[in-house]
Nanobody
Framework: QVQLVESGGRLVQAGGSLRLSCAAS????????MGWFRQAPGKEREFIAS????????YYQDSVKGRFTISRDNAKNTGYLQMNSLKPEDTAVYYC??????????????????WGQGTQVTVSS
């Protein structure tokens, strides 16, 4: 069992930066992949980025490539999403997720077994 708690979301102006954190409890975090997703009002939850258990492989949604960076610190049981050059269309609730089984990252919501409660990111124009 893994419990996830996201933090770091807040109101920021367009062009600004935020770093989201995902604190995990449980012993399996360091050996499995994790991902970040977001959901805007009236829209489906969408994939943002994911990372392998070692941090050596990462995938990104095209719209965030070059602006967002996913990382993890297994010693701290924490994952991160550094978001730069934020745009109003990045406004959403951001969720982190962890797989129970897979060491390599995936892009689908169904790939992940554990989810945090989400943190709100609002980007003003």
């Amino acid at each position: 069992q893994v419990q996830l708690v996201e933090s770091g979301g807040r109101l920021v102006q367009a062009g600004g930066s935020l770093r989201l954190s995902c604190a995990a409890s449980g012993r399996t975090f360091s050996s499995v992949s994790m991902g970040w997703f977001r959901q805007a009002p009236g829209k489906e939850r969408e994939f943002i980025a994911s990372i392998s258990w070692t941090g050596g492989t990462a995938y990104y949604q095209d719209s965030v490539k070059g602006r967002f960076t996913i990382s993890r610190d297994n010693a701290k049981n924490t994952g991160y999403l550094q978001m730069n050059s934020l745009k109003p269309e990045d406004t959403a609730v951001y969720y982190c997720a962890v797989s129970r089984t897979y060491a390599m990252p995936g892009r689908a919501t169904g790939f992940y077994d554990y989810w945090g409660q989400g943190t709100q990111v609002t980007v003003s124009s």
